[in-house]
């Protein structure tokens, strides 16, 4: 069993509150929970994704960060790993994963209607098993994504999930895109400093 072994950077210290999981059709998750632990609204319309770049196949390859789902939650549980989060505020993460990188059978960059980027994940069949497992025996919890060392969004669920694509809000365009060829392992991984 790994230990989470990640940091939060900089925007992602901003974004935590604000990630937005969105599943396959783009649906906001009624009910997400956000890091004040209040409840969101649904969208009242389904937000529109645009998926320019290339959906990148997951095969093996050396040169790809690991990419893993541990499930989080805002309130403190025996054996969980405390993650600070700046200005304020503590996730606490569950030290094993529920899929990795191995669990997946694609990854795609996206935007939403603002411009702001979506990393989209496409879960085999085993790795969509795992996950539903997980959500729906830990009701209301969050899905901590890390990417390399580096924790990219920690948006909540209200449902087990049981959709094949999962879409994480991550800041900007350019991250997104980072991330899919990072795990991808297409070109070169992110620059020293992060997403």
């Known amino acids: 069993m790994r230990k989470p072994n990640f940091q939060i950077n900089s925007w992602m210290k901003a974004l935590t509150g604000a990630a937005l999981m969105v599943l396959a059709g783009c649906q906001a998750v009624p009910g997400a929970k956000n890091a004040g ?20 196949v997951i095969t093996e390859n050396r040169q790809a960060l690991d990419l893993r789902l541990f499930l989080a939650d805002t309130q403190p549980r025996p054996g969980w790993t405390p993650v600070s989060l700046k200005p304020s ?26 411009g702001e980027g979506i990393l989209v994940l496409i879960l085999g069949d085993e790795g969509l098993r795992k ?5 729906a025996a830990n009701p209301g919890l969050r899905l901590a994504l890390v990417v390399g060392h580096t924790m990219l969004a920690a948006p909540g669920y209200a449902a087990p999930i049981s959709q094949q694509q999962l879409a994480f809000g991550v800041g900007s365009a350019r991250n997104a895109e980072l991330a899919a060829r990072s795990v991808a392992g297409v070109d070169a991984a992110p620059p020293a400093g992060g997403f």
């Open 131 to 135: 996950l539903r497992a997980a959500t």
């Open 37 to 56: 632990n209040e409840t969101a609204a649904a969208a009242p319309e389904r937000p529109q994704m645009q998926t320019t770049h290339p959906r990148h």
């Open 89 to 114: 505020g503590m996730l606490y993460v569950r030290p094993d994963e529920v899929i990795g990188r191995d669990d997946l059978i694609g990854i795609q960059a996206a935007t939403d209607q603002k």
